[in-house]
């Protein structure tokens, strides 16, 4: 699979810069409201980046892969290379019925 051009990569940059700027303004001020963030401790925070670093990290890294894996769906690879012969079926069963099989089935399925 083809490396993401540089440009791209940096849409996602700026995506999780922006994101990233309105949370942590709503985060501050609501910490503030709260009195757990003041002049007091304010340094203390600022002195530990390094920390959020690396919880941003952890949150972007599981975020993209939750997004990439609910965008390219479900499937997997479950032959490991051996034939599936899937038998024809009478056409009776439905998928908007087959709450058995496929769970979650949206009751507005068939319209």
């Known amino acids: 699979m083809a490396m993401i051009a540089s440009n791209r990569v940096e849409t996602l940059v700026r995506m999780v ?3 990233a700027r309105k949370a942590a303004e709503e985060a501050i001020r609501e910490l503030e409201g709260r009195k757990v963030l003041h002049n007091g401790n304010f340094q203390r925070v600022l002195a530990q980046g390094d920390k959020v670093v690396i919880a941003v990290k952890a949150t972007v890294v599981t975020t993209f ?3 990439v894996e ?3 769906g479900r499937l997997r690879l479950i032959s490991e290379g051996s034939k599936v012969t899937i038998a024809a079926t009478s056409g009776v069963e439905t998928i908007a019925n087959a709450r ?3 769970v979650g089935i949206d ?3 068939r319209n």
Do not use: E, K, Y
């Open 100 to 102: 058995d099989v496929f």
């Open 107 to 109: 009751t507005d399925f």
């Open 17 to 19: 810069v922006d994101a």
């Open 70 to 72: 609910n965008i390219a």
């Open 65 to 67: 892969a939750d997004l």
